[in-house]
């Protein structure tokens, strides 16, 4: 290992280096990080770079990304040694908190988190399955729902295993198509689109075109035109509350119609996200290095998952059962097979 600096913190990033594209952050702007980086890479960059373990390099960690790691975790301990935290704040580097990986993984408690909604998405969509026929007529947009939180999930899990730009653009179009796919079927189950009545299938098609011409639009805005994160903020949460006012209301409305506790599950759910949405905005440093608000928020939307596909189950089952008034029964409640 070639050192070319005497301090005792540029040393520690070289061992700690053996052992183990986004906006610029106020740590990235540091002097005492860019000198470390500057002294990591001289050091172990060079002809004869400095081995990287094999489960690293399986996540496309090289020597600069290594140094870089190293460097944000050398300069945040010795700022938070030199004074209390409240008077040296941990700083975020690249738009990201320092966090300490896992195996080569990033952010490992959003990785899990996030793995835990796939595996709610799974269970619900198995539920429905075994438990709601093919011929009913909701039941595709039910799966959709599913197929869609899948791919979501999947793509939050890649992205915060490793951070690139490839990975951040398609973690934020899925969550895109998330949003706006909880939109779009719902309406199709409060006034009942699926029914084979030809002017509500002439509002569907309408409908769907619209979606979807909606989603290609954010797409091509996010990658031709500009990478903008407010913008992607505000479209989401716009789409997300038209959705959440129209479960809550169908959740209202459903209650005071049938009496069934179940019937209220929506409203609950969408309490429990906004609830649980506080935490993205009252962002903080990582707990130890691992826990930040982000992966909080990802947990907290796994309860409400199971719950809703609960919802759903009961909901189309009543349906099916005759037991709902008439203008809510499904015109395709007969069973069928998959």
Not at 290 to 298: C, E, G, N, V
Not at 301 to 324: R, S
Request: hydrophobic share 45%; net charge positive; glycine share 6%.
């Amino acid at each position: 290992m070639r050192l070319h600096a005497s301090s005792v913190w540029q040393s520690v990033a070289v061992i700690l280096l053996l052992g183990g594209a986004a906006q610029a952050s106020l740590g990235d702007r540091l002097p005492d990080f860019k000198h470390c980086l500057e002294i990591c890479k001289e050091a172990n960059c060079g002809e004869n770079p400095t081995p990287i373990p094999f489960h690293r390099r399986l996540l496309l960690w090289d020597c600069p990304a290594e140094c870089d790691y190293t460097c944000q975790h050398v300069v945040t301990d010795k700022r938070l040694a030199r004074d209390p935290p409240y008077l040296q704040p941990v700083y975020q580097f690249h738009g990201k908190w320092p966090f300490y990986r896992f195996m080569g993984v990033q952010e490992p408690f959003s990785v899990i988190f996030s793995l835990f909604n796939y595996l709610a998405h799974d269970w619900g969509m198995s539920q429905l399955r075994e438990k709601i026929p093919a011929s009913y007529t909701l039941r595709k947009y039910y799966l959709w729902f599913g197929y869609v939180g899948l791919a979501s999930w999947t793509f939050s899990m890649i992205f915060h295993t490793r951070d690139f730009g490839i990975t951040e653009k398609l973690d934020y179009w899925a969550a895109g198509a998330n949003v706006l796919y909880g939109l779009y079927y719902a309406p199709i189950r409060v006034f009942r689109l699926d029914r084979a009545d030809p002017r509500k299938q002439s509002v569907l098609r309408l409908w769907t075109a619209l979606c979807i011409l909606l989603y290609v639009m954010h797409v091509l805005y996010l990658s031709l035109w500009s990478w903008d994160y407010t913008y992607n903020m505000a479209a989401n949460v716009v789409v997300g509350t038209l959705s959440n006012i129209l479960w809550s209301g169908f959740s209202y409305v459903q209650y005071k119609r049938i009496g069934r506790t179940w019937a209220v599950l929506p409203g609950i759910c969408v309490a429990w996200i906004i609830s649980a949405m506080s935490f993205e905005l009252l962002d903080f440093a990582p707990w130890k290095g691992m826990i930040d608000a982000h992966s909080l928020w990802h947990l907290g939307t796994v309860v409400p998952t199971i719950l809703w596909y609960n919802f759903l189950l009961k909901d189309a089952q009543e349906d099916m059962a005759g037991k709902l008034p008439l203008a809510n029964r499904g015109a395709g409640a007969r069973k069928g097979k998959d």
